[in-house]
C-alpha cells in the first residue's frame, strides 16, 4: 500500500517505513499520524516481516517534532484529543511484538524524541541531536515525553532536557543510554540492517514473547510483572521454536526456527 507521506521498503524480512516530508524537516502532521498508524498494523500483521526500523528522508532530520503549524487555535480540548491521538499510536509502536528500531538520521525534536522513545531499540548517525523544546513554545511533550524519557534516562537528565528545552549530541544521547548504538551517517542504514538481522536470526517466537514482558510488565508492580514473566516462559514451551532451539544445542547445530 502507498501512503503520501510515507515511504514503504522491505530489505529481506525487515520493513523500512521513511517519514517522508523533508521539506518541513518530517514534522507529525496529523497525516503522518494516521499513515504511520496504518503502515505499524500492516507491517505488524504481514507474516513476511519479522522487523521495522522507522526513519526520517533527508540527511537533516529524523522528525523535527509534532507539526507545530496544526498547533494553531487548537481549544484545549482539541489539543488534549490531539495529545491523545498521538500517545495511542506510540503506545502502539511499544507493544507491538516485532522489534521497531528507529533510525535517527538527525534531528528528534519533541513528536520525534517521542517517536524514538517509544521504539524498542534507537540507532543514532553522529550528526543525531535529541530534544524535547515543548518549553520553548509554552507546552510541554503531549506523546508520552514527560513519561517515556525519564524511564529511559533518569528523572534528573529527563528533567534537564524537559525543563530547559536544550538538545543532547549521539554521544551524549549514547552515554545517558537514550540511543543503542551511534555510526556515522554514511553507516546508519548498514548499521540498522545487520541490528534487525541479528534479531530475525533467534526465535520469533521469543523475541515476541520478550517484547510483551518487557513493555507490558514495565507497566505493573514487580510481583505482579514476574508473574507475566512466568506465564510467558511457560507459553515459550508450548510453541516449537522452544523445542527446535533446545533440540538444536543439545545435538551441537545450529537451530532453525519455525516461527511458531
Ligand atoms: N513543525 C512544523 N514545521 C517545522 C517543524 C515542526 N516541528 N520543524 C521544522 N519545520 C519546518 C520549518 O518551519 C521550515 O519550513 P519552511 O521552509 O516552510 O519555513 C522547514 O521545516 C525547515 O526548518 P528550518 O527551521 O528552516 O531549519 P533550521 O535548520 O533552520 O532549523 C530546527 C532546524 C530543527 C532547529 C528548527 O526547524 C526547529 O526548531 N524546529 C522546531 C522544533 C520543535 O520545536 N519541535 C517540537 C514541536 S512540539
Not at 507546552?139 to 513519561?147: D, K, R, S, V
Not at 554514511?186 to 534479531?199: G, H, Y
Request: hydrophobic share 50%.
Amino acid at each position: 500500500m502507498a501512503y503520501s507521506t510515507l515511504l514503504i521498503e522491505d530489505v529481506k524480512a525487515v520493513r523500512w517505513i521513511t517519514v517522508n516530508r523533508p521539506e518541513k524537516l518530517n514534522a507529525l502532521n496529523r497525516q503522518v499520524l494516521d499513515d504511520l498508524g496504518a503502515a505499524l498494523e500492516a507491517a505488524a500483521g504481514d507474516g513476511a516481516v519479522a522487523a521495522i526500523v522507522v526513519t526520517g528522508a533527508g540527511e537533516k532530520a529524523f522528525v523535527a517534532g509534532a507539526d507545530i503549524a496544526e498547533f494553531v487555535g487548537l481549544t484545549a480540548a482539541q489539543a488534549a484529543e490531539m495529545a491523545r491521538r498521538g500517545q495511542s499510536l506510540f503506545s502502539r509502536i511499544e507493544r507491538l511484538t516485532k522489534p521497531v528500531i528507529a533510525a535517527v538520521n538527525g534531528f528528534a525534536l519533541g513528536g520525534g524524541c517521542e517517536l524514538a522513545l517509544a521504539c524498542h531499540l534507537r540507532v543514532a548517525s553522529t550528526n543525531a541531536k535529541f530534544g524535547q523544546p515543548e518549553v520553548k513554545l509554552g507546552l510541554i511533550p503531549g506523546y508520552g515525553g514527560t513519561q517515556r524519557l525519564a524511564r529511559l534516562v533518569g528523572r534528573g537528565r529527563a528533567l534537564e532536557l524537559l525543563l530547559a528545552g536544550g538538545t543532547v549530541d549521539a554521544a551524549t544521547a549514547q552515554a545517558w543510554g537514550l540511543v543503542n548504538r551511534v555510526t556515522e551517517p554514511a553507516e546508519l542504514r548498514a548499521a540498522v540492517q545487520k541490528l534487525a538481522e541479528s534479531i530475525l536470526a533467534v526465535s520469533p517466537v521469543a523475541v515476541a514473547r520478550c517484547l510483551e514482558s518487557v513493555s507490558v510488565g514495565e507497566g505493573m508492580p514487580l510481583e505482579r510483572a514476574l508473574e507475566l514473566e512466568a506465564t510467558l516462559f511457560g507459553m515459550c514451551f508450548a510453541a516449537e521454536d522452544a523445542r527446535e532451539g533446545v533440540a538444536a544445542f543439545l545435538e551441537k547445530r545450529p537451530a532453525s526456527f519455525p516461527g511458531r
